[in-house]
C-alpha cells in the first residue's frame, strides 16, 4: 500500500460527458503528479502540482484541468471526453521538491472507460 | 526531440539468471535516473534512483547504471526469480532545460521470469 488513495477506481461513461477523478496523497507529501497511460502511449505525464501551486506541465490537453486543493488532495477533471480518452489515470505524490525529484508513490489507478 | 527507449520486446529469461533491461534517453540532461515496476493494472512501484555523478546503485539483487556520456541506464536483476516478472520503467527528470519537476517515463520492458 503506497498510502496514495483514488477514486473511483473504475468509470465508464460516454462520449462528451465530464468527470473528475479524485487523489488523496500520501500523508504530508505536498506534491502531487497526474499521470494517463494507454496502451499505445505508455505512461504520460499531465501535471503536477506543490502545495497547492501547479509546478509543472506535461501533454495535458486544455479539455482536462486539475487542481490541489488545502487540505493536498488533487483532483483531475477531464471534460468533452472522448473515446480516446480511454485509459488508467494515475496520481503520485513524492514529498521531495528542492533539488529535484524524489521517488514518487502511486495510487492504484483510476480506469476511464468512455463508451 | 526528447525521446526514452526501452527495449518494447519482452525479455524472457530462465530462474536463476541475471536480467538485464535497457533505458536510453536522448535529448535530456537529467539529474536524476529512477527505476520502477509495475505489474498488470497496478500503478508502478518505485525501485531505485540514481543521481548523473553516481556511475552505480544497488539494493539487495537490484543493480543499475548510469553513464552520462552513453546517455544510457541499465538495470540488473540478479538470481532472478518468476515473482520478478513485471514490466520495468525508466524514468528521468527533465533536468536543467525541462525542469527537474517533471518525471519522465519510458515505455518499459515486461520481463518474463520463468521456472
Known amino acids: 500500500d503506497s498510502g496514495v488513495t483514488q477514486t473511483p477506481k473504475h468509470l465508464i461513461t460516454a462520449t462528451g460527458q465530464r468527470v473528475t477523478l479524485r487523489c488523496s496523497p500520501r500523508?504530508?507529501?505536498?506534491?502531487v503528479y497526474w499521470y494517463q497511460q494507454s496502451l499505445d502511449q505508455g505512461l504520460q505525464f499531465l501535471i503536477q502540482y506543490y502545495n497547492g501551486e501547479e509546478r509543472a506541465k506535461g501533454n495535458i490537453l486544455e479539455r482536462f484541468s486539475a487542481q490541489q486543493f488545502p487540505d493536498l488532495h488533487s483532483e483531475l477533471n477531464l471534460s468533452s471526453l472522448e473515446l480516446g480518452d480511454s485509459a488508467l489515470y494515475f496520481c503520485?505524490?513524492?514529498?521531495?521538491?528542492?533539488?529535484?525529484?524524489?521517488?514518487?508513490?502511486f495510487g492504484e489507478g483510476s480506469r476511464l472507460t468512455v463508451l | 526531440s526528447q525521446k526514452i527507449e526501452q527495449n518494447s520486446e519482452a525479455l524472457n529469461i530462465q530462474e536463476g539468471k541475471t536480467a538485464t533491461l535497457t533505458c536510453n534517453y536522448t535529448?535530456?540532461?537529467?539529474?536524476?535516473l529512477q527505476w520502477y515496476r509495475q505489474d498488470p493494472g497496478r500503478g508502478p512501484v518505485f525501485l531505485l534512483l540514481?543521481?548523473?555523478?553516481?556511475k552505480e546503485k544497488r539494493k539487495e539483487r537490484l543493480k543499475v547504471t548510469f553513464d552520462t556520456t552513453l546517455k544510457q541506464s541499465l538495470f540488473h536483476i540478479t538470481a532472478s526469480q518468476p515473482a520478478d516478472s513485471a514490466t520495468y520503467l525508466c524514468?528521468?527528470?527533465?533536468?536543467?532545460?525541462?525542469?527537474?519537476?517533471?518525471?519522465?517515463f519510458g515505455t518499459g520492458t515486461r520481463l518474463l521470469v520463468s521456472p
Open positions: 503520485a505524490s513524492s514529498g521531495r521538491l528542492a533539488g529535484g525529484i524524489g521517488e514518487l508513490f
Open positions: 524514468a528521468l527528470d527533465g533536468g536543467r532545460n525541462t525542469g527537474f519537476q517533471k518525471l519522465v
Open positions: 500523508s504530508g507529501d505536498l506534491s
Open positions: 535529448n535530456y540532461s537529467p539529474a536524476y
Open positions: 540514481i543521481r548523473e555523478n553516481e
